[in-house]
């Protein structure tokens, strides 16, 4: 009988689930002007470490790369552009 952390692979291999880190998390979008196409996504994951990542499509699927990121970039939201500090304050 599996514990509660553990569980198994579709290959039936046993793994055990660890925790890792929390806390806010940051996504936005790339959009190509020229095109208007949506590239790229990158992901801020803001917890006892602080890491992002760049996520491409690749089909069906998403391929996450390492990023460096600077919260005091901005975003546009909708009309207005907001500072990644300011978002994750009001979170």
Same mark, same amino acid.
């Given at each position: 009988?599996? *514990? /509660?952390?553990?569980?198994?692979?579709?290959?039936?291999?046993? *793994?055990? &689930? +660890?925790?890792?880190?929390?806390?806010?998390?940051? &996504?936005?979008?790339?959009? =190509? !002007?020229?095109?208007?196409?949506?590239? !790229?996504?990158?992901?801020?994951? +803001?917890?006892? =470490?602080?890491?992002?990542?760049?996520?491409? /499509?690749?089909?069906? &699927?998403?391929?996450?790369?390492?990023?460096?990121?600077?919260?005091?970039?901005? $975003?546009?939201?909708?009309?207005? $552009?907001?500072?990644?500090? =300011? +978002?994750?304050?009001?979170?």
């Amino acid at each position: 009988m599996l *514990e /509660p952390y553990e569980t198994q692979t579709k290959s039936g291999k046993l *793994e055990e &689930r +660890i925790y890792a880190d929390s806390g806010k998390f940051i &996504r936005y979008s790339y959009k =190509d !002007k020229t095109t208007g196409k949506l590239t !790229k996504d990158k992901l801020i994951l +803001i917890g006892k =470490d602080e890491i992002a990542y760049f996520l491409i /499509p690749t089909g069906n &699927r998403e391929l996450a790369i390492s990023a460096e990121f600077d919260l005091n970039s901005s $975003v546009k939201d909708g009309e207005s $552009v907001k500072k990644l500090i =300011d +978002i994750l304050s009001q979170i």
